[in-house]
């Protein structure tokens, strides 16, 4: 019988020293704008949130403004959230190019694409923040409670200050 104890005891022990070391591995990097610096390996996770995402395009063929609730999910990058939005609403599709030091982008909504010709791209606003454009992608920014994030197919041009018509030119290879 003590040695049943003993082990289960070990067992119980083993455990927690498995669980200790994987929560002290977790640990964000920094956040700042909500956007995380670099994601731990297991990933960032956060309490239960419920947010808003928006899609439109008045631009071009086929134009369309879409809306999805995506409720009672850990906090998480946008993009997982976009993810979430799709499984829930069959006529919404994104896809996405990765950029090693950047992250996700969002090339295409509902075979609507960003073109460098013609200067369009998908621009994320927080609605929620006054429609202030986000300060990173959707693979580093983090949405809060009730926040109204907006995915809006715009040109370059429609941009209202030059650090936003720069961004896209840099991320199709633009920058130097």
Known sequence: MNHVIATISVLVLMAL??????????????????????????????????ITIIVTNTLVEPKFLSEVRVEKEPQQTLFYFLQLAVN?????????????????MVDTINKVTA????????????????????ECGVSSYIPVQGEVILFNFTTWSDTQNEKDAAFPQCIFGGCS
């Open 17 to 50: 020293k498995v669980i200790t070391a994987s929560t002290e591995t977790c640990k964000l990097g920094k956040i700042s704008n909500q956007c995380i610096d670099n994601e731990p390996p297991c990933g960032y996770c956060g309490e239960y949130i419920s």
């Open 88 to 104: 829930q609403n069959s006529n919404l599709k994104f896809s996405s190019t990765y950029y090693a030091k950047l992250g996700f």
């Open 115 to 134: 073109n460098v010709t013609a200067q369009t791209y998908w621009r994320i606003i927080s609605v929620t923040s006054g429609n202030k454009p986000l």
